[in-house]
């Protein structure tokens, strides 16, 4: 089992940047795939960006590329999200989300295990 907590979000502008946290509980985090969705207003979760247990391996939607970038520090159970060059349409509520063992896909049933979510607002 693990329990995640999400931190970070907020309010900025475009071309703004923010940096999201996830700490998790349980002594076995580097066991863990780690990854962040993101749920707009009317829309489905959609995956964000995922990373692999040793943090050797990223993964990231499209629409992310090249502006995200996740990372993780075992030592200290957290997960991170840099976001750079955002746009109005990051807004959302970015989820923190786990996976025991290898990465497993880009779909939320890949994920038994969610955090609350942060929300993040970009505004034009």
């Known amino acids: 089992q693990v329990q995640l907590v999400e931190s970070g979000g907020g309010l900025v502008q475009a071309g703004g940047s923010l940096k999201l946290s996830c700490a998790a509980s349980?002594?076995?985090?580097?066991?863990?795939?780690m990854g962040w969705f993101r749920q707009a207003p009317g829309k489905e979760r959609e995956f964000v960006a995922a990373?692999?247990?040793?943090?050797?391996?990223?993964y990231y939607a499209d629409s992310v590329k090249g502006r995200f970038t996740i990372f993780r520090d075992n030592a200290k159970n957290t997960v991170y999200l840099q976001m750079n060059s955002l746009k109005p349409e990051d807004t959302a509520v970015y989820y923190c989300?786990?996976?025991?063992?290898?990465?497993?896909?880009?779909?939320?049933?890949?994920?038994?295990?969610w955090g609350q979510g942060t929300q993040v607002t970009v505004s034009s």
């Open positions: 989300v786990a996976r025991y063992g290898q990465f497993g896909g880009t779909r939320a049933g890949d994920y038994p295990y």
């Open positions: 349980g002594r076995t985090f580097s066991s863990y795939t």
């Open positions: 990373i692999t247990w040793s943090g050797g391996t990223t």
